[in-house]
């Protein structure tokens, strides 16, 4: 599986922005699928998880209620929409999926590329 994030960009602290990570194959509904980041000088964490069917999700206390994770399987497509951002929102986010599985729980199959969100203050 190949994962391709996009969306990131520089955005206003209040702000918001779309992340999107595009899968190939023709498994994706066989992975759980979510989000993390690494600000700098700081190791990465867990941001968002999503299960198979998008019907559980969870997320990092530091984004609850701010971040939402949602996901389309006919498009082999995972979303994060980011509200209410903050400069402490600022690292490069990765997606994740994990097959059978959370990403949150189990250390993750693969990796997407990463992209950058900025958040001025």
């Known amino acids: 599986v190949q994962l391709q994030a996009s969306g990131g960009g520089l955005v206003q602290a209040g702000g918001s922005l779309r992340l999107s990570c595009a899968a190939s194959?023709?498994?994706?509904?066989?992975?759980?699928m979510g989000w993390f980041r690494q600000a700098p000088g700081k190791e990465r964490e867990f941001v968002a998880a999503?299960?198979?069917?998008?019907?559980?999700?969870y997320y990092a206390d530091s984004v609850k209620g701010r971040f939402t994770i949602s996901r389309d399987n006919t498009k082999n497509t995972v979303y994060l929409q980011m509200n209410s951002l903050k400069p402490e929102d600022t690292a490069v986010y990765y997606c994740?999926?994990?097959?059978?599985?959370?990403?949150?729980?189990?250390?993750?199959?693969?990796w997407g590329q990463g992209t950058q969100v900025t958040v001025s203050s």
């Open positions: 194959g023709r498994t994706f509904d066989t992975y759980g």
């Open positions: 994740a999926a994990k097959r059978y599985g959370m990403v949150h729980i189990t250390t993750p199959d693969y």
């Open positions: 999503s299960s198979r069917s998008g019907g559980i999700t």
